[in-house]
């Protein structure tokens, strides 16, 4: 009843907003990822009690284990067979388990993070990528809460062939605030990795967008630790030998908490059936696919 509540009390927009945003967000940020590593079982037990008050927490699809952190439990693996890899060699399965947002067709240049609420690819991406692949392709954004799995998995046999760091804030990025902030994801520490699908060339963009309480993404690929602190160098090359390749629905990374990751295809791409705002889907689930001819 007191858990029920309270989830009834956060629904209020004005106060989630308030609590989640009119705080000082990266002092609170880097508060959390240091309490998070302490190790202590016990505490790591406590803390996933609270946890569950404010969330739908689930871990019943990971391997029994006592977490030594929060962290730990965060970043938790899960069990392999839960999580089925769409078998079509040509389709682009979801990265992450998510709630899907805004999504669609890239008008031009500009993209749409809730209605009324656009935004450009250059912003996103940063002033020293080339965005033209996109111009008038197709994207979806992919919202994961801070009770869902947190890794997450290439959508197709792919090789990473650079990644921009961007620091930013660290805006909450639920529907509340995406209504509210303008070009919010723009403004929120993020990664932009560049990739090219191994069967036909055609480039990805995947971008894992960053917020309070998360600003942790580690890229297994790289040796060293995305996080506010990091400040570069903010281009990271991957030459020749250098470059990660990756099997469909093998895993390239995690955030520490939550957060957003936006899917980026060309022209010629559209969205599987199913796929529209507010619909929940799981690392695997078919995401895109390349447009039927008319």
Same mark, same amino acid.
């Given at each position: #009843?007191?858990?029920?509540?309270?989830?009834?009390?956060? +629904?209020?927009?004005?106060?989630?907003?308030?609590?989640?945003?009119?705080?000082? /967000?990266?002092? &609170?940020?880097?508060?959390?990822?240091?309490?998070?590593?302490?190790?202590?079982? &016990?505490?790591?037990?406590?803390?996933?009690? @609270?946890?569950?008050?404010?969330?739908?927490?689930?871990?019943?699809?990971?391997?029994?284990?006592?977490?030594?952190?929060?962290?730990?439990?965060?970043?938790?693996?899960?069990?392999?067979?839960?999580?089925?890899?769409?078998?079509?060699?040509?389709?682009?399965?979801?990265?992450?388990?998510? $709630?899907?947002?805004?999504?669609?067709?890239? +008008?031009?240049?500009?993209?749409?993070?809730?209605?009324?609420?656009?935004?450009?690819?250059?912003?996103?991406?940063?002033?020293?990528?080339?965005?033209?692949?996109?111009?008038?392709?197709?994207?979806?954004?992919?919202?994961?809460?801070? +009770? #869902?799995?947190?890794?997450?998995?290439?959508?197709?046999? %792919?090789?990473?062939?650079?990644?921009?760091?961007?620091?930013?804030?660290?805006?909450?990025?639920?529907? $509340?605030?995406?209504?509210?902030?303008?070009?919010?994801?723009?403004?929120?520490?993020?990664?932009?990795?560049?990739?090219?699908?191994? /069967?036909?060339?055609?480039?990805? +963009?995947?971008?894992?967008?960053?917020?309070?309480?998360?600003?942790? &993404?580690?890229?297994?690929? %790289?040796? @060293?630790?995305?996080?506010?602190?990091?400040?570069?160098?903010?281009?990271?090359? %991957?030459?020749?030998?250098? /470059?990660? /390749?990756?099997?469909?629905?093998?895993?390239?990374?995690?955030?520490?908490?939550?957060?957003? $990751?936006?899917?980026?295809?060309?022209?010629?791409?559209?969205?599987?059936?199913?796929?529209?705002?507010?619909?929940?889907?799981?690392?695997?689930?078919?995401?895109?696919?390349?447009?039927?001819?008319?």
């Amino acid at each position: #009843m007191k858990t029920s509540l309270l989830k009834t009390i956060l +629904a209020q927009e004005d106060l989630n907003f308030l609590l989640t945003n009119r705080v000082p /967000r990266i002092a &609170l940020t880097r508060f959390i990822g240091w309490y998070s590593q302490i190790r202590s079982p &016990l505490l790591a037990r406590w803390s996933i009690a @609270v946890w569950r008050c404010f969330s739908d927490l689930d871990l019943s699809e990971s391997p029994p284990q006592r977490y030594g952190s929060l962290h730990d439990c965060f970043t938790r693996p899960i069990r392999p067979e839960t999580r089925p890899i769409d078998a079509d060699p040509d389709g682009l399965c979801s990265p992450s388990d998510a $709630i899907v947002g805004a999504c669609g067709d890239v +008008a031009g240049t500009q993209v749409f993070q809730a209605k009324g609420f656009p935004y450009t690819l250059a912003e996103l991406f940063g002033p020293s990528q080339d965005t033209t692949p996109y111009h008038d392709g197709v994207f979806v954004t992919l919202r994961l809460t801070s +009770a #869902m799995y947190h890794r997450f998995h290439a959508p197709q046999d %792919l090789t990473v062939e650079h990644v921009t760091y961007l620091s930013g804030d660290t805006w909450n990025v639920n529907p $509340i605030a995406l209504q509210r902030v303008e070009k919010l994801f723009c403004r929120n520490e993020r990664a932009v990795l560049n990739t090219r699908l191994a /069967r036909t060339g055609t480039p990805i +963009a995947i971008v894992p967008v960053a917020a309070i309480l998360v600003a942790s &993404l580690r890229l297994h690929f %790289l040796d @060293v630790l995305l996080h506010l602190r990091y400040r570069g160098p903010n281009e990271i090359a %991957l030459p020749g030998q250098a /470059r990660a /390749r990756f099997r469909k629905g093998e895993e390239m990374g995690w955030f520490q908490h939550g957060s957003t $990751i936006i899917v980026f295809a060309p022209k010629g791409h559209e969205l599987c059936e199913g796929i529209a705002n507010g619909v929940r889907i799981k690392m695997g689930q078919p995401l895109l696919k390349a447009s039927t001819p008319a």
